[in-house]
Each structure stands twice: as structure tokens, then as C-alpha cells.
């Protein structure tokens, strides 16, 4: 069974700095894509960064130059860094992964099967 554990949620502010985790487990496609959704109250959930097999990004267009996708294959985990972070960053963050036959990334819901309970992230201004 696939298990995605996001942590490293909280409050900062404005400026400042936050590291989300994805530990993911059960998982044995070996080639796959994962991303880091957000989503607020009243709105659909949005893509924010994947990270495709081959090692390629893609990033929305709001976080671009300030939030960083990377992840570590040998702790299987998956990590944002926030940077600049403003009040509109303000969201529960879920990491998400693919089933094994997506083709490079995608910053779309649908393409994924998998997904971690969420985080919050608060910033103040």
C-alpha cells in the first residue's frame, strides 16, 4: 500500500522560509512522478511543482524562482524548499505521486493517484 507522509507545515512570515517533507512508502514503480498540490478554502486544488523521473521540474508560474522541488531516493523522500514566502502562499500542501505511467511531469490533479493527508502553511504579513 502507498503511503505518502507530508510534514514541515507551520506559521512564518512574510520573507521567510519553510522545508516541506514527503516521505513516501509501498511504493514500487520504478520510474515516477511526484508533485506538491496546494489548496485553499473554496478553491480547487493547484498544481505547484513536479518532479518527473528524468529528473526534470516544472513549477507554477507564482512559485517560480522561489520554491525548489528536490527529493532524496534513499531516505524516499520528497521535499519543497519555500522561499520569499508571501500571505497568499498560505495553503494545506499535499505531496502527490503517479501511478508509474505518467511521461515526464505534470502540474495536473488528475494525473495523479496517490496523495499525503496535507500540511498547512501559514504566512503573515
Known amino acids: 500500500q502507498v503511503q505518502l507522509v507530508e510534514s514541515g507545515g507551520g506559521s512564518v512570515q512574510a520573507g521567510g522560509s519553510l522545508r516541506l517533507s514527503c516521505t513516501v512508502s509501498g511504493y514500487t514503480y520504478s520510474s515516477f512522478c511526484m508533485a506538491w498540490f496546494r489548496q485553499g478554502p473554496g478553491r480547487e486544488r493547484q498544481g505547484v511543482a513536479s518532479?518527473?523521473?528524468?529528473?526534470?521540474?516544472d513549477y507554477a508560474d507564482s512559485v517560480k524562482g522561489r520554491f525548489t522541488i528536490s527529493k532524496d531516493a534513499a531516505k524516499n523522500t520528497l521535499y519543497l524548499q519555500m522561499n520569499s514566502l508571501k500571505p497568499e502562499d498560505s495553503d494545506v500542501y499535499y505531496c502527490?505521486?503517479?501511478?508509474?505511467?505518467?511521461?515526464?511531469?505534470?502540474?495536473?490533479?488528475?494525473?495523479?493517484?496517490?496523495w499525503g493527508q496535507g500540511t498547512q502553511v501559514t504566512v503573515s504579513s
Open positions: 502527490a505521486a503517479d501511478d508509474g505511467s505518467l511521461f515526464g511531469g505534470s502540474l495536473w490533479e488528475a494525473d495523479f493517484s496517490y
Open positions: 518532479l518527473a523521473s528524468d529528473g526534470s521540474t
